[in-house]
């Protein structure tokens, strides 16, 4: 079946350091795919998507380009600040499938420190 | 407009007790869906509902019952609470016009404990 990997964490850095995280999905469709944010106890948002092969979704200076060839999805981030510590999660949906349910990754914790 | 809520934001239980958590919606959405979230194991589906009136099982929907009382609410009933049943409940909705349309938004969450 469907399913997304993506890097353990924690994920530590200084603030104004570069970030990536890893995402790969295996589907036997053509997915949409997202992150999406958790900060401390708050629910899921929408940080960003993409919907089809090479489409990039960008949002708060967030980036991710859709690589249907590499079947990734990484996330990255110039520049990131203490705002930016949160979970986050790479998901895909396949649009054929009647639930469009959403497949999560296990999430990746990021600590940016002052 | 208060997008997806969900009460209560917490509860303990103790085991073998009953509750519902209740999920509405002001946005409109036809899809609605319940998850559940654990530790190393990102979100699991738990029930769906494509639309009033329907309901379905996901990937974890064993100890579980839903309802979909209408167009705007989605609830999900613990008959018999048990441990593992321990976890962050999550709902959410979406608009499914289209292939396009594909973003699911998120309440804030209920905390349960079952002891």
């Known amino acids: 079946g469907d399913s997304v990997t993506q890097m353990e964490g924690p994920v530590t850095l200084s603030e104004e350091a570069f970030l990536t995280i890893n995402c790969t999905y295996t589907?036997?469709?053509?997915?949409?795919l997202f992150w999406y944010v958790q900060y401390p106890g708050e629910g899921l948002q929408l940080l960003l998507k993409?919907?089809?092969?090479?489409d990039k979704g960008s949002n708060k200076g967030f980036e991710a380009t859709y690589r249907k060839e590499t079947t990734s999805f990484h996330l990255e981030k110039g520049s990131v600040q203490v705002s930016d510590s949160a979970v986050y999660f790479c998901?895909?949906?396949?649009?054929?499938?009647?639930?469009?349910?959403?497949?999560f990754g296990t999430g990746t914790l990021l600590a940016v420190q002052p | 407009n208060a997008g997806v809520t969900q009460t209560p934001k917490f509860q303990v239980l103790k085991t073998g007790q009953s509750m519902t958590l209740q999920c509405a919606q002001d946005?409109?959405?036809?899809?609605m869906y319940w998850y559940r979230q654990d530790p190393g194991m990102g979100l699991r589906l738990i029930y769906y509902?494509?639309?009033?009136?329907?309901?379905d099982k996901g990937e974890v929907p064993n100890g579980y019952n839903v309802s979909r009382l209408n167009k705007r609410e989605f609830s999900l009933r613990l008959e018999s609470a048990a441990p593992s049943q321990t976890s962050v409940y999550f709902c959410?909705?979406?608009?499914?016009?289209?292939?396009?349309?594909?973003?699911?938004?998120f309440g804030p969450g209920t905390r349960l404990t079952v002891l």
């Open positions: 959410a909705s979406r608009v499914p016009t289209g292939l396009q349309q594909v973003t699911q938004y």
């Open positions: 589907a036997t469709g053509y997915p949409s």
């Open positions: 993409a919907t089809k092969a090479d």
């Open positions: 998901a895909l949906s396949d649009a054929g499938e009647a639930t469009n349910k959403l497949i």
């Open positions: 946005m409109n959405h036809n899809s």
């Open positions: 509902s494509a639309s009033e009136g329907t309901t």
